[in-house]
T-cell receptor, first 111, second 124 residues
Framework: QSGLNQPPSASGTPGQRVTISCSGSSSNVGFNPVNWYQQLPGTAPKLLIYKNDQRPSGVPDRFSGSKSGTSASLAISGLQSEDEAEYFC????????????FGGGTKLTVL | QLQLQESGPGLVKPSGSLSLTCTVSGGPTSISGDFWAWIRQPPGRGLEWIGSVSYHGVTYYNTSLESRLSISGDTSKNQFSLEMTSVTAADTAVYYCARGTGSHFISYTWFDPWGRGTLVVVTS
């Protein structure tokens, strides 16, 4: 079961806009909604974006998600130091009787 | 606010079995709805979905782990459990439980909230 592809790292300075990509295939990203999770250092992952572009209550509107074809993206605008975390994309893969696939994670560093 | 809490032994011997329980508390939701998942994260690595159980007992397993897995729910205790047999050092990880919510179709759900996680180390 292959995972989704994310860049291992990303960085930006405070105030900048950063995007993190997540690529998959027609059986996962191209077929089902993508969700994003934020994992602050030493803590459990937290839901950040669901159904491609929806923000749960309490998530700042600096965070936005999008999807096109077999790729999805997470954008963070007005970067803040507290955004330094690992970000994971995930979706359901319709192959092999169905299963959840995660991206390998992107470590975001705020310079 | 819904909270999930993992519990179970932190050390397991190689070739033994790993058993974890997730207790759901707070909020209006019991495990008689939604999906309930186990996800793990080896030290310094990414997330791996282990499997999920639906509110009516249907299970969905990671095919790479399926032969060693059993996930079940106990609605009377608002708990769901993971059992993994024949463990090796490769099963050392932080194990999270999470609610899969948002749809009656598992493929449209997302994980929210997550438990804090429990570290399980496989060692002799």
């Amino acid at each position: 079961q292959s995972g989704l592809n994310q860049p291992p790292s990303a960085s930006g300075t405070p105030g900048q806009r950063v995007t993190i990509s997540c690529s998959g295939s027609s059986s996962n990203v191209g077929f089902n909604p993508v969700n994003w999770y934020q994992q602050l250092p030493g803590t459990a992952p937290k839901l950040l974006i669901y159904k491609n572009d929806q923000r749960p209550s309490g998530v700042p509107d600096r965070f936005s998600g999008s999807k096109s074809g077999t790729s999805a993206s997470l954008a963070i605008s007005g970067l803040q130091s507290e955004d330094e975390a690992e970000y994971f994309c995930a979706t359901w893969d319709a192959s092999l009787n169905g299963h959840v696939v995660f991206g390998g994670g992107t470590k975001l560093t705020v310079l | 606010q819904l909270q999930l809490q993992e519990s179970g032994p932190g050390l397991v011997k190689p070739s033994g079995s790993l058993s974890l329980t997730c207790t759901v508390s707070g909020g209006p939701t019991s495990i008689s709805g939604d999906f309930w998942a186990w996800i793990r994260q080896p030290p310094g690595r990414g997330l791996e979905w282990i499997g999920s159980v639906s509110y009516h007992g249907v299970t969905y397993y990671n095919t790479s782990l399926e032969s060693r897995l059993s996930i079940s729910g106990d609605t009377s205790k608002n708990q769901f459990s993971l059992e993994m047999t024949s463990v090796t050092a490769a099963d050392t990880a932080v194990y999270y439980c999470a609610r899969g919510t948002g749809s009656h179709f598992i493929s449209y759900t997302w994980f929210d909230p997550w438990g804090r996680g429990t570290l399980v180390v496989v060692t002799s």
